[in-house]
Nanobody, 121 residues
Framework: QVRLVESGGGLVQPGGSLRLSCVAS????????MGWYRQAPGKQRELVAG???????NYADSVKGRFTISRDNAKNTVYLQMDSLEPEDTAVYYC???????????????WGQGTQVTVSS
């Protein structure tokens, strides 16, 4: 079985920073896509940032220039550095990985349990 565990959420003042981490464990042959999503109360889950196996990154317009996604393939880990945080960034943040967990060339999506980020003074 594959398990994703996020960490690094918490309460921060506007203008502050947080760094989220997500580690995948279990039977992992290779990881293609790694991404961060968020869901605020009453809103749909949205993509915040994603990074492919070739290093290509994409960001939601609302976080461009403030958030940076990175990955460490040796550690099966994806990070999200969040700077200049705003109250509108308050949400539960989830990581997702598209990975191959067996010898067949089939990729499946796995999600973490989520970590709360609250930006408030």
């Amino acid at each position: 079985q594959v398990r994703l565990v996020e960490s690094g959420g918490g309460l921060v003042q506007p203008g502050g920073s947080l760094r989220l981490s997500c580690v995948a464990s279990g039977s992992i042959f290779s990881i293609d896509f790694m991404g961060w999503y968020r869901q605020a109360p009453g809103k749909q889950r949205e993509l915040v940032a994603g990074i492919n196996s070739n290093g290509d990154r994409n960001y939601a317009d609302s976080v461009k220039g403030r958030f940076t996604i990175s990955r460490d393939n040796a550690k099966n880990t994806v990070y999200l550095q969040m700077d200049s945080l705003e109250p509108e960034d308050t949400a539960v943040y989830y990581c997702k990985m598209r990975l191959r967990s067996g010898p067949l060339n089939r990729y499946y999506d796995f999600w973490g349990q989520g970590t709360q980020v609250t930006v408030s003074s």
